[in-house]
């Protein structure tokens, strides 16, 4: 069992910063990369943010510049540092584990519960 737990959403004005994180427990083998990915309202689930057990990230385009992605990897933990805010990154924050939970595990996806961002005035 893998539980993904987020923190750090809320509201913000534009302009502003937010810090997520996300801390991931239970029975971990390996972790292949982590992430954070958003749905807005009416939209489908984007990626935003990954970071790559080698520490290779990857980013939206939207997004670049203005959030970085890091990890500390003895606290099995990913953060979102998002400043810069825009109305238009509004949205239900989700954090992604790519892992196996054993050596004869399947690498899954995990997701946490979501935390919302909201930026506006």
């Known amino acids: 069992q893998v539980q993904l737990v987020e923190s750090g959403g809320g509201l913000v004005q534009p302009g502003g910063s937010l810090r997520l994180s996300c801390a991931a427990s239970?029975?971990?083998?390996?972790?292949?990369?982590m992430g954070w990915y958003r749905q807005a309202p009416g939209k489908q689930r984007e990626l935003v943010a990954a970071?790559?057990?080698?520490?290779?990230?990857n980013y939206a385009d939207s997004v670049k510049g203005r959030f970085t992605i890091s990890r500390d990897n003895a606290k099995n933990t990913v953060y979102l540092q998002m400043n810069s805010l825009k109305p238009e990154d509004t949205a239900v924050y989700y954090c992604n584990a790519d892992l196996s939970t054993g050596i004869l595990a399947a690498r899954r996806d995990y997701w946490g519960q979501g935390t919302q961002v909201t930026v506006s005035s």
């Open positions: 970071v790559t057990s080698g520490g290779s990230t």
């Open positions: 239970g029975s971990i083998f390996r972790f292949y990369g």
